[in-house]
């Protein structure tokens, strides 16, 4: 009896992946969210797919669930801010660090000259994201932690570029009043904003001159991250 149960088992599986079909195709390095999703795909291994599938809850499935939120928010940041380049920003997606394995998830370049560290940050609408007390907050939940990567590139960037940037937290989801935050010298804006808000923060700032092949040195100093993760 155990024998045929068993092979109704995995005769279930073996349904359930076939209707399932394969993971997508591995997001291109240096584009946004491409190591976020990519790793969500990683923890997607077939055991964990069939278990979902089957109503089984497993860690790496909500880890999964959480880069792919974190991925599809880097990808909707980016898609808000491609009016930008109309203006002529430029901008290098999900870069590694020279150390560590944390990423930048956007490095920007405006005409102007200055430069952003950018990290969209997805969190859920139902609470609100707030400043108080010198410390962040999404609802009742003190996330402060969630800007530390943010500012190790920012650090990165400024060691290995000789540059001053402006490190940026872009917020999809719900920002308290709807406005601009400040946070141990990060600039927290909401993202439907964050055209906006990028613009007034450049024109706060006098001209910086760049090399032309400025964005070529920068590329070159922070290769894709996804690109060293297959390496």
């Known amino acids: 009896m155990s024998l045929l149960l ?22 291109k390095p240096g584009t946004p ?20 599938a089957l109503g089984i809850a497993t860690r790496a499935a909500r880890l999964a669930d959480r880069y792919e939120a974190g991925g599809r928010g880097e990808q909707e940041v980016a898609g808000l801010l491609a009016e930008l380049v109309e203006d ?56 402060t932690d969630r800007l530390e990567g943010l500012r190790k590139g920012a650090r990165a960037v400024r060691s290995l570029l000789s540059v001053q940037p402006v490190a940026v937290a872009i917020i999809v989801g719900r920002l308290a009043d709807g406005r601009e935050h400040r946070l141990n010298g990060v600039r927290i804006i909401p993202a439907d904003q964050a055209c906006v808000a990028l613009r007034r923060i450049d024109a706060e700032r006098l001209p910086r001159q760049r090399p032309h092949n400025f964005l070529d040195i920068a590329a070159r100093l922070l290769p894709p991250y996804t690109a060293r993760r297959s390496s």
Request: proline share 7%.
């Open 6 to 27: 068993t092979a109704a088992a995995i005769g279930g599986a073996i349904w359930v992946w076939n209707r399932l079909g394969q993971p997508g195709r591995r997001p």
């Open 33 to 52: 969210g491409a190591s976020a999703l990519a790793h969500a795909q990683e923890l997607r291994t077939p055991l964990v797919r069939v278990a979902t």
């Open 88 to 143: 002529g920003w430029r901008f290098l997606w999900d870069r590694q660090l020279p150390t560590g394995t944390t990423n930048i998830d956007g490095l920007a370049l405006s005409p102007r000259g200055h430069v952003y560290v950018l990290d969209p940050k997805k969190m859920s609408a139902r609470w609100p994201v707030a400043v108080n007390g010198g410390r962040l907050w999404h609802g009742t939940k003190d996330v």
